[in-house]
């Protein structure tokens, strides 16, 4: 998680940070193409944990605060009167807030598809329990238009990569080479998902249906971090859901809630713009140079993962390191 995902979590439950094992990274090398790019170090804090106990940590707290489980049993929604057919009854709710994930059953069912193939991303990484003190480590390039990391974990380590999906014919294979590159030889089952790398949707909804999370395609595409994003969306729909039915208009929760994304959609807009540039074939080598020989470049990149600098910021400190041609389409941003 970085420090944007921790500063809403903070807000939202009111802890400092998620009472579950985390480890603490300030220190991180970078790779690029398979070129040393040099250390950052004391840099602004990640926070490293596993998925299953924070989800679990949260589940109880929502259990803890009224929620209901009604999982384990099929069901079908009617997207004519909000009301959810189940095996033990029907629901019915004024708003529903989809926060179901990149294979969202109900985005299928409003947008007849979760998301758009051609440019969805894919992530896949392998936990090694053995793994100990392990260095935090960023690898562009490990996959095309993404890349590769090696996480600590307070359980071991976390290898993966991520990147466009129709970019990586085969994302199984370049885990394998990038384990070797690590030298790492482990016969552990990978686990993927998709990642909606930066595709969001611009109006995340309809009627009184809003999406949340990867549901609404909320991941940053240079960093794939989509939990930050998740926490402050579920909250900005819970806000607009409950204003817009305290003034008896719960048609107006959508419109509340697409204002409040504004900033959200404007950064993924910027990084995807980056991103293009980032990994432009013909800007490979300034991209490495500039890396190589920046430390503030290499501080400034972990300060934005970190979530204390905005896309636009960055931007402008690679923009005076880049040729003509990739200044003009930065401008165009
Ligand atoms: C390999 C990988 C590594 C990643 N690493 C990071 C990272 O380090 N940092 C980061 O910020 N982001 C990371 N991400 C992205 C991050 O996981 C997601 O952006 C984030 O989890 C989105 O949260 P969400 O609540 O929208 O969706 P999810 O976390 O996917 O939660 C959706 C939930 O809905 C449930 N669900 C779905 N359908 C139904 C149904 N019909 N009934 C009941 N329940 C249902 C699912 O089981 C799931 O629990 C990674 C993604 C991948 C694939």
Redesign the pocket.
């Known amino acids: ?2 420090g944007r ?1 921790m500063v809403h979590y903070r807000r939202i439950f009111g802890e400092p940070i998620p009472r579950v094992p985390i480890v603490e990274s300030r220190d991180v090398s970078f790779f690029a193409f398979g070129e040393d790019l040099g250390q950052t170090h004391g840099v602004s804090p990640l926070y490293f944990g596993m ?1 299953r106990q924070l ?1 679990l940590h949260l589940v109880e707290a929502a259990f803890a605060n009224g929620a209901i489980d009604f ?1 384990g049993q099929s069901g079908s929604l009617d997207l004519s009167t909000n009301r959810l057919h189940l095996q033990s009854g029907v629901l019915e709710a004024p708003i529903i807030i989809a ?7 109900i985005a299928h069912q409003v947008y007849g598809q979760a998301f758009d193939r051609s440019k969805i991303g894919f ?3 392998v936990e090694i329990p053995e793994m100990t003190d392990t260095e935090l480590r960023i690898d562009f390039g490990a996959a095309e238009w993404g890349y590769g990391w090696q ?1 600590p974990k307070s359980e071991g380590a976390t290898i ?1 990569l ?1 990147g466009v999906l129709s970019r990586n014919a085969d994302m199984k294979s370049a885990l394998s080479s990038y384990l070797d590159r690590l030298n790492l030889n482990t016969s552990l089952r990978p ?5 909606p790398f930066g595709d969001f949707r611009t109006k995340p909804g309809s009627g009184r249906i809003l999406f ?4 609404a395609g ?2 940053d595409p240079i960093t ?7 926490l402050f969306s ?1 909250e900005a729909a819970a806000i607009a859901a409950t204003s817009a039915l305290n003034r008896g208009s719960p048609d107006q929760a959508l419109n509340a809630y697409v204002r409040a994304l504004r900033p959200v959609h404007q950064g993924l807009k910027h990084a995807r713009r980056l991103r293009t540039i980032m990994f432009h074939e013909r800007l490979r080598s300034t991209f490495v140079r500039s890396f190589q020989s920046s430390r503030s470049l290499r501080g400034e990149y972990f300060r934005m993962m970190a979530g204390e600098l905005e896309y636009g910021t960055l931007i402008r400190q690679v923009a005076t390191r880049l040729p003509g041609f990739a200044i003009r389409a930065l401008q165009r941003i």
């Open positions: 998680m970085t995902a998925r989800d999982t926060a179901d994930g990149v294979n969202s059953q992530a896949l990484e996480f993966g991520g686990k993927g998902q998709f990642l949340a999370g990867d549901a909320l991941v794939g971090e989509g939990i930050g994003h998740a579920g």
